[in-house]
């Protein structure tokens, strides 16, 4: 009985531990060498807006997102 205790305490505190982080070496470094993008703020859409002005406002978020994705960071 003792037995069964000590090994369920055991396998919870195995099971609770946190494994450890990968060394550096293991990081791809083409991920590192990505600088984020400095893209405009997407504008907002107004509530209420008709269908016409919806359409325009994705139109103009694709055109954005179009131009940014084109740049170089």
């Given amino acids: ?17 946190v494994p450890p982080e990968p060394p550096a070496a293991q990081v791809e470094p083409a991920a590192l060498a990505v600088a984020p993008r400095q893209c405009p703020p997407l ?6 807006a008709s ?5 325009m406002h994705t139109q103009t978020i ?3 997102y179009a ?4 740049s170089l960071p």
Avoid: D, F, Y
């Fill in 67 to 70: 131009a940014c994705a084109g």
């Fill in 1 to 17: 009985m003792i037995r069964i205790t000590i090994l369920a305490a055991l396998l919870l505190a195995g099971c609770s531990t």
């Fill in 51 to 55: 269908s016409l002005e919806r359409r």
């Fill in 62 to 64: 694709v055109r954005m």
């Fill in 43 to 48: 504008p907002e859409l107004r509530a209420g």
